[in-house]
C-alpha cells in the first residue's frame, strides 16, 4: 500500500505560509486597505492634490493600515499612532468642523414628553364656581361700562 499525493488536503486554498509569497499576499492585502482610504483622503482635501499633498496622504494612509494590522495582531502601534499624528500636524490636513444639529436632529435626539396637566387652575374655577370668560367677553364688558 503506497501513498499517494492526491489525498492530501487541498493546499492551493491555503494561504502561503511564509517566504515570498506570503509577503505578497500581505502587500496586496495592504493595498486594497489603502486604497478607499487614500480616496477618502483626497476627497476630503477639498482641492486638487499637488505631489506633496499625494506623497502625504500615500505615507499616512500607509501608516493608518500599519497601525490597524499592528493592533489587530495584539502588537503595539503606538509608535505607527504617534507618526500618524506627526504626519497629520505636518500637513494641516485637519477634521472639518462639525455642522451644526439640524432642528430634526435635535428632535429626535430628545424623546417627546407631552406638557403636564394642569391642575391647579381647574381645582380653582371647580371651587368658586367662576367660568372664565374669553377676552372678546370682557372687552364687550368693559366698552359698554365706559362712557
Do not use: H, W, Y
Request: proline content about 9%; hydrophobic content about 35%.
Amino acid at each position: 500500500m503506497g501513498l499517494c499525493m492526491d489525498e492530501g488536503p487541498d493546499d492551493s486554498k491555503r494561504p502561503p505560509r511564509n517566504g515570498r509569497a506570503r509577503s505578497r499576499q500581505l502587500a496586496q492585502e495592504a493595498a486594497a486597505e489603502r486604497a478607499p482610504l487614500e480616496a477618502e483622503l483626497r476627497e476630503s482635501l477639498g482641492r486638487i492634490p499637488n505631489a506633496v499633498d499625494k506623497l502625504a496622504i500615500e505615507t499616512i494612509a500607509a501608516t493608518a493600515v500599519r497601525a490597524r494590522r499592528l493592533r489587530a495582531d495584539g502588537r503595539n502601534d503606538a509608535e505607527e499612532r504617534r507618526l500618524l499624528t506627526q504626519l497629520l500636524r505636518a500637513t494641516g490636513l485637519r477634521p472639518a468642523p462639525a455642522a451644526p444639529p439640524t432642528l430634526q436632529a435635535q428632535l429626535a435626539a430628545r424623546p417627546f414628553v407631552p406638557p403636564a396637566d394642569d391642575d391647579d387652575e381647574t381645582d380653582v374655577v371647580a371651587e368658586t364656581g367662576k367660568v372664565e370668560t374669553t377676552i372678546n367677553e370682557t372687552a364687550s364688558a368693559l366698552s359698554e361700562g365706559s362712557p
